[in-house]
Each structure stands twice: as C-alpha cells, then as structure tokens.
C-alpha cells in the first residue's frame, strides 16, 4: 500500500475503511476497496482526511482482514468457530464442553513471523459452549503476503489448537478409614465426588467403605470393576504412613502408578495410576476442606481419555502453588497450570 493525497487519490482503491462521525452517524463513510471517485474528495476533506492509503499493484501484500480470513481457514477446530472479521481480527469460540488443548511449540513459531499475532487461553483448559479461545490478527494494516503464506505451511501438517470432549464414565468410589467403616465419623468425601462429578458426563455406579484391611479395599475394588466401572476414586489412606494401605491395595490390583505425589498444593500426595486404560485416583483429604485440589485439576484430564504422563505431572510444579484465595476463581488462575 502507499499514502497519497485524496486529491491524487482519483481511481484509486482504499485499503481501509475511513470511518466518519456527524450528526448522530458514525460509521464507514468509504469501505475498504472502494474506488475514489472525484466527488469523493469533498467528503473526505470534511472528515479530516487529507490523506489516505491506497493499494499498490503488484506489492507483494495481503490486507489485515484477508490475513485474518487465512489464518483462521487455516486453523480448523472441531467443536468451535471462528467470528466474523472485525477491526481486523477474529475470534475462536467454543461449541462444545471439553478440554482446550495448545501446541505450545507451533505457536511460538507463529509468532516468531513478522506480523503475525495469534494469542490463546492456556492448555490443558477446561471450557465450555461460549468460551473465547483464541484471537488472531496482524500488527499493521497490511503485511507481506509471505508471512501468511509461512503461516499456512506451519499449519498445514499440525494441529495448533483443539478441544478434547469429554467422554461419559462410569465411576466406582472407594473411601477407606477404620473410623468411618465403624461410624465413628461421617463420611464426607462421597458429597464433595458427587458433586464434582456433576461438570462430567459421568454416573457413580458404586461408593463402597472399607476398614483399613488390605483385601477388603481390593475386593471393593474388584466388585465395582465387575460391575463396569471404568473409573476408579480412591480416598482415604493416602499418606506414607505404614498403615496407609489405599497406594498398596491400587498396586496389587496391578496397576500402573504413573506418580504418587505431585509437586502442588493443595493435593501433594495425589495418586494417579492406570489399569490399562481405566484412571485410577486416589485423593487425599484435602479435597474435603478445601474447594479446589489436584483433583479439580487432574478430573478433567482424565475425562478425556488422555494418559498423563509423569513428566505432565513434574511440570504441574510450575503453577502447583495454590494462592488460597478468599474467594476461589479456579480455574482463572494460576493454580494447575501445564
């Protein structure tokens, strides 16, 4: 593009919209592509305009909003759309419930091109139908179509961004602890799973109360694997004392303990194990008292038939420091963040 006078402007396209205000109006006055005419000096002199930006032939550039239409063409998500073009940029909207995920590493390199600005929510977020997701857009009004066209090629082979929906699972909850088996105390982890569960597609088949024996946790857990559960919650026990036997019990049902004990709190000796592919958690007491834990971050995960792996949980340690709010706002915070 290139700046003129309007009065050499005659014949002319804009390359922007001049936008005018008077009398009540405000809006475009001329459109982007619009091609000058000589009547249309007047006006633009009498909205301040002694100069404006033209289309050169054969410059090589691409318009902002043409950009924006490109990248987003370019950039396809399941579950979401993009908004109408405005000011410049759009915007990727959620359609769906799931979990937002980033190429973190391809979109570093799309911003490392020139002009090119494309900002996102983190990973691993959770979302929902209405969510803004994503913004994208060049810095000027005009760049170098070989940015889009490296913008393109980025994308052409990986995804940048995603949402994995949550699949539907049946859950068996198991809560150890002689003092509750015997009733000394009321149990009340089951309210706080139950309600938690409600975000997910999701249906407890079973809650089963153990003693604090060994053989009587594995055959509750057996029982509700029996019985379809392709969930397990364990609480209760999850300590390193001796006689914690809730990790043990998850152990002898052979499956794999990817980590017991994460480096974040709220949640520190949260347990995640797989038995093949059914997620095992054991939770800790914490997420009784306390409105967010390692568990809020880890449901939605699991939801998603997505496989942490210990080094997902290792980088928890950078955001793994709950601030204890006065009034939780998880997750629009720090807290969990991959």
């Known amino acids: 593009m290139k700046k003129v006078k309007v009065e050499d402007a005659i014949g002319m396209s804009l390359c922007h919209d001049l936008t005018a205000m008077y009398d009540g ?10 091609v000058i005419q000589k009547e249309d000096i007047e006006k633009m002199l009498d909205i301040g305009k002694k100069t404006v930006f033209v289309w050169e032939e054969n410059a090589g550039e691409i318009h902002e ?15 979401a759309h993009y908004t109408e073009i405005s000011e410049g940029k759009t915007l990727l909207m959620s359609d769906v419930e799931g979990l937002f995920r980033v190429n973190t590493g391809l979109l570093k390199k799309i911003n490392s091109i ?19 997701l994503a913004s994208m857009r060049i810095v000027p009004l005009v760049t170098k179509e070989e940015q889009i066209i490296e913008y393109e090629r980025l994308c052409k082979d990986e995804k940048l961004f995603e949402i994995l929906e949550y699949n539907y699972k049946k859950v068996g909850v198991i809560v150890t602890g ?22 997910f597609p999701s249906e407890i088949i079973g809650v089963k109360i153990c003693d604090d024996d060994l053989n009587m946790i594995m055959d509750a857990a057996k029982k509700l694997l029996d019985k379809g559960a392709d969930m397990l919650i ?11 036997l809730t990790p043990s019990a998850i152990r002898m049902l052979g499956a794999e303990i990817i980590s017991h004990g994460i480096p974040a709190q709220p949640g520190n000796m949260t347990l995640l194990a797989y038995l093949g592919d059914i997620p095992i958690m054991g939770v800790p007491g914490a997420a009784i008292s306390l409105p967010t834990t390692m568990f809020d971050v880890l449901l939605p995960q699991t ?3 997505l496989k942490l792996t210990k080094n997902d949980l290792v980088n928890l340690g950078d955001g793994g420091l709950c601030q204890m709010c006065k009034s939780c706002h998880y997750p629009n915070c720090t807290f969990g963040r991959y």
């Open 178 to 199: 002689s003092e509750i088996y015997k009733g000394r105390i009321k149990d009340k982890f089951e309210p706080v799973v139950r309600e938690k569960l409600k975000k």
């Open 234 to 244: 364990f609480t209760g026990g999850m300590s390193v004392d001796p006689d914690d």
């Open 65 to 79: 909003e043409d950009c924006a239409r490109r990248m987003s063409e370019a950039v396809p998500v399941k579950g």
């Open 303 to 305: 939801f998603t038939n």
């Open 25 to 34: 109006f405000k809006g475009a006055l001329f459109k982007r592509g619009h």
């Open 114 to 132: 020139g002009d090119i600005t494309v900002s996102s929510i983190p990973d691993h977020y959770p979302v929902k139908a209405g969510d803004r």
